[in-house]
């Protein structure tokens, strides 16, 4: 009888964190720390390199030197010009999977992600986010979610606030016992966190007071590393010499002790169904998209609730003559026209500026480079546009231009009736009524448009484990301000458009406040009264 084949359990672990932690080396020293049982043995063996990458060390002379390390099937002298080496941009590029096996029956696969952070852009950056969730997306679960953080962030500056954010958003709140902290280089704070963990408690304090999901900071979440002995081993096997060995070995050996460490409380955990984070980000996904042209329709709503109110207040005036009544029998319409661009184009914020100038210099594609110029001394410099003398923040980039068309419609027995000049027949209060139910009309496709957007607010809300940015409120906010502008401008303005925005962002942040306290109660199931 053959001897019966033990499956081949695999640990999945997915390594996030800011461009300059030090994902890639972490990924070659973990793999060999489990094959080594030294760094001593390291040196006489055959080291694993799960993914090439290049690094400069200086020599007791001070004399630089860089090492790059490439595995058994990539040619060295052509990884040189592959191995991305450039300050402020992430060395990772693409997401890329790397299995090694620490015995028979394991293998631990680690899923490398592009840093967060990146200089060159936010666009960048979301850009790396979807690369991410699709790479995972071919994997049923993972096990743990690796954030490697420096241990010398001893302010919360904005960049921190953001990668810890943006990060926590797109995971979905299932995952929050599988995250662990990871600190690189840790050698110069003794193996501990040093200055950044009172700042990531801060962070993940705000997180918890915000979304009420604690993710756990304790011992059995932190770890240490300090993978410069990985490059020293690296820099010895190209030859290089070094007298401080003894430094490098017992730094080996307490990364070492962590990886296993870190493994053992992997396994434990209940692996986080993938699933979860790819539905969340696909709701997150619709409403980036959907957000500004359903806040759009708002507006448009709103308009046509105005112009119909202002033709029925007329309608019901008794003085009215037969004459002002002829021309007022008729629905006003306010339609929104849809351009779709060719591609997409630059345009200012502010109100004067969009109806002024037609296009902006920047190209879209260079947006947010343009924005985050900065000088020679490093420092950021926010450009301004050529055509518009607007600051580059005030800017967006549109793939759409939405024009609002005024029409009249007439009623075919009420327009013959006019041509036949038999304005004595026409019911003058049976045409009122008609425009009190377009009113109603039209306020049953705001209850419409106002669902909507509230379903993918609780599912968000519900659902991710740090709060995400209201997109659909920002566009409400920017279209309510742009009309504030006109009502300043336009003597002709009517102040019901305005009155009628703010009513529906007042009703909108209401509902976003009961969610949250339903929330914050457990009272998940309620919270759907909305539908």
Not at 308 to 322: F, M, R, S
Not at 328 to 333: C, E, N
Request: charged share 30%; proline share 2%; aromatic share 8%.
């Amino acid at each position: 009888m053959a001897d019966s084949v033990v499956p081949q359990e695999e640990i999945n672990i997915l390594l996030l964190g800011e461009t300059g932690a030090g994902k890639s080396t972490f990924i070659n020293a973990f793999a060999n720390y489990f094959k080594f049982n030294s760094l001593d043995d390291a040196i006489s063996g055959e080291i694993d390199v799960l993914i090439a990458s290049k690094f400069t060390v200086t020599d007791e002379d001070y004399e630089t030197k860089t090492i790059t390390v490439v595995n058994e099937e990539e040619d060295e002298d052509e990884d040189g010009d592959n191995v991305i080496d450039r300050t402020g941009e992430s060395s990772t590029q693409e997401c890329g999977a790397y299995v090694f096996y620490p015995d028979e029956n394991k293998a631990i696969r680690l899923i490398d992600t592009p840093g967060i952070g990146d200089t060159r852009g936010i666009e960048y950056d979301k850009q790396n986010f979807e690369n991410i969730l699709n790479c995972i997306s071919q994997y049923d679960y993972l096990n743990g979610i690796c954030i490697l953080l420096k241990p010398n962030n001893a302010r919360l500056n904005i960049l921190f606030k953001y990668c810890i954010q943006e990060l926590l958003s797109h995971l979905h709140k299932s995952a929050k016992n599988n995250i662990i902290f990871c600190f690189t280089n840790t050698r110069g704070t003794f193996f501990r966190p040093g200055d950044t963990l009172p700042v990531l408690k801060q962070q993940l304090d705000e997180i918890q007071k915000k979304s009420d999901i604690e993710i756990k900071i304790c011992k059995d979440t932190i770890y240490c590393f300090d993978n410069e002995s990985f490059r020293f081993l690296a820099a010895v096997k190209k030859g290089m010499i070094f007298t401080d060995k003894e430094n490098f070995s017992s730094s080996w050996e307490k990364s070492a002790n962590e990886s296993l460490r870190l493994f053992q409380y992997i396994i434990n955990c209940k692996p986080h169904k993938i699933i979860d984070t790819i539905s969340l980000n696909n709701a997150r996904q619709r409403i980036m998209i959907l957000c500004k042209p359903l806040a759009e329709v708002n507006r448009n709503i709103q308009e046509n609730i105005a112009e119909v109110k202002k033709l029925k207040e007329e309608l019901q005036k008794e003085d009215i003559t037969a004459d002002e009544l002829k021309n007022k029998l008729y629905i006003p319409t306010i339609e929104l026209n849809i351009t779709l661009l060719e591609r997409p184009k630059v345009e200012c914020t502010k109100s004067r500026c969009k109806e002024t100038v037609e296009s902006c210099h920047v190209k879209w594609k260079m947006l947010n480079v343009f924005i985050q110029k900065r000088k020679h001394n490093g420092t950021m410099l926010l450009g301004k546009c050529k055509s518009c003398h607007c600051p580059a923040k005030n800017h967006k980039a549109i793939s759409y231009e939405s024009k609002s068309k005024y029409s009249k419609k007439f009623d075919e027995n009420i327009a013959k009736k006019i041509s036949e000049n038999k304005l004595d027949q026409i019911d003058k209060e049976n045409h009122i009524k008609m425009l009190h139910e377009k009113i109603n009309q039209l306020k049953a496709q705001q209850d419409i448009v106002d669902n909507v957007t509230i379903q993918f607010t609780q599912f968000l809300m519900q659902n991710a484990i740090a709060t995400f940015n209201d997109s659909y409120a920002e566009c409400l906010d920017y279209i309510i301000h742009f009309e504030k502008n006109r009502l300043n401008t336009s003597k002709d303005y009517n102040n019901e458009i305005l009155e009628g925005l703010e009513e529906t962002k007042r009703k909108y942040d209401e509902k976003v406040n009961v969610i949250k306290k339903m929330i914050e109660n457990d009272d998940q199931y309620r919270v759907n009264y909305f539908n």
